[in-house]
Structure formats: structure tokens, C-alpha cells
T-cell receptor, first 120, second 108 residues
Framework: QVTLKESGPALVRPAETLTLTCSFS??????????VSWIRQPPGKPLEWLAL???????YYTPSLETRLTISKDTSEDQVVLTMTNIDPMDTATYYC????????????WGQGLLITVSS | DIQLTPSPSFLSASVGDRVTISCRAS??????LAWYQQKPGKAPQLLIY???TLQSGVPSRFSGSGSGTDFTLTISSLQPEDFATYYC??????????FGPGTKVEIK
């Protein structure tokens, strides 16, 4: 059974760095074709893709946020970490991690989401 | 950047209706087009990938079609549990992912 779960602080101060962890089970990021991605959704707004890391450790970022994002993986711990620098209240959103399998090229399993509020 | 435009953005329908939601891309894209259903307070659920392949476990009343710039999600007979927001999503050749703004389906 594939599961993913996001963890991190619920409240972040402006200008700080946000670190989010996706802990997953039921698959391995060392398996060919496997990827984990981060997606966010501000309250009442659509989904926004942020970043993706694949089994080969290749990394992809949404262009508008690329300078602020870093995605990494710890295959021994089955975790993917996303850091976002210089946090702003506009970054308030529910952050999801999700799995992609090569051949499907869609987000087939999602975490439950984590609401991050940016406020002083 | 490729933009995805759903049509309509809001839909009011009754149980049993046949519902069609369109997603138009600003330029032709490979058929890495997916559809998701999202209910309030929940994570999205994958319905369709590759424009027309039904994800395992998804009811057969959902179907997808299209290619190039025009894609469609059809619900053959709307059920009470189908009232939700539906998002299209595409993957381009640079491995960049884009979601459309969504179509909200509400009870008439």
C-alpha cells in the first residue's frame, strides 16, 4: 500500500525558510521511473506544482519559484524534503506531496496535505 | 508557458446528468494530460491519465478523450459523490507540470 505524509511547521514567520518533509512507504525512490513531487494550494485557489525529484536524483522546479526552492531525497529514510526560502504570506497554502510513476506521468498517490500559514 | 483553460469554470447539474468538462491548452501538448477530482478539505484524486486511461479503482462512468489542444472529461451519469472540483493537468516535454484552474461541479 502506497502512502505519503507531509510534515513541517504549521506556522512560519515571513522571511524565514520553510522545510517540509514527505515520508512515504509502499515504494522506493531507487526504483526506475519513480518520482516524488510537491504541489501546493492556497486557500480557495487552484493547485500549483512546485518541484519534483526522480529516482535518478534529477530535479525540476516551477520556473516562478525556482530560485527559492530546493528538493532533495533521503532514500535510506524514504523521505523527500522541500525547502523554500524567504517565505511570504502569499506562500500560505496547503502543501501536498505526491508520487509519479513513469509511464503514468500523473500524480497517482497523494499525501493528506499540510496547511502552512505564514504570519508574523 | 502552456496555459490550460477549463470550460466551464462552474457547472450546475443534477444527479443522473451527463456532464462534460473541457480543457484547452494554449498550444499543442503531448497526451500527458490527466484529470483529478478534489473534494473540500481533501487531497486530489487521480481519475484519468494519458488523456483517456482510467486510473485503477475509478468508476467507469468517468472517461477522458482528446489530443493536441482539446481534452474532455465526461461523467456519464452524475452521482451524488461526484460533486467536487475537477482539475486538468499537463506535463510538457521539459518535465514541467501545469494544473488548470479547475471546474466546480455543484448540485442544481
Amino acid at each position: 500500500q502506497v502512502t505519503l505524509k507531509e510534515s513541517g511547521p504549521a506556522l512560519v514567520r515571513p522571511a524565514e525558510t520553510l522545510t517540509l518533509t514527505c515520508s512515504f512507504s509502499g515504494f522506493s525512490l531507487t526504483t526506475s521511473g519513480m518520482c516524488v513531487s510537491w504541489i501546493r494550494q492556497p486557500p480557495g485557489k487552484p493547485l500549483e506544482w512546485l518541484a519534483l525529484i526522480d529516482f535518478h536524483d534529477d530535479k525540476y522546479y516551477t520556473p516562478s519559484l525556482e530560485t527559492r526552492l530546493t528538493i532533495s531525497k533521503d532514500t535510506s529514510e524514504d523521505q523527500v524534503v522541500l525547502t523554500m526560502t524567504n517565505i511570504d504570506p502569499m506562500d500560505t497554502a496547503t502543501y501536498y506531496c505526491a508520487r509519479v510513476v513513469g509511464g503514468v506521468y500523473a500524480f497517482d498517490h497523494w499525501g493528506q496535505g499540510l496547511l502552512i500559514t505564514v504570519s508574523s | 508557458d502552456i496555459q490550460l483553460t477549463p470550460s466551464p469554470s462552474f457547472l450546475s447539474a443534477s444527479v443522473g446528468d451527463r456532464v462534460t468538462i473541457s480543457c484547452r491548452a494554449s498550444q499543442g501538448i503531448p497526451s500527458f494530460l490527466a484529470w483529478y477530482q478534489q473534494k473540500p478539505g481533501k487531497a486530489p484524486q487521480l481519475l484519468i491519465y494519458g488523456a483517456s486511461t482510467l486510473q485503477s479503482g475509478v468508476p467507469s462512468r468517468f472517461s477522458g478523450s482528446g489530443s493536441g489542444t482539446d481534452f474532455t472529461l465526461t461523467i456519464s451519469s452524475l452521482q451524488p459523490e461526484d460533486f467536487a472540483t475537477y482539475y486538468c493537468q499537463q506535463l510538457n516535454s521539459y518535465f514541467m507540470w501545469t494544473f488548470g484552474p479547475g471546474t466546480k461541479v455543484e448540485i442544481k
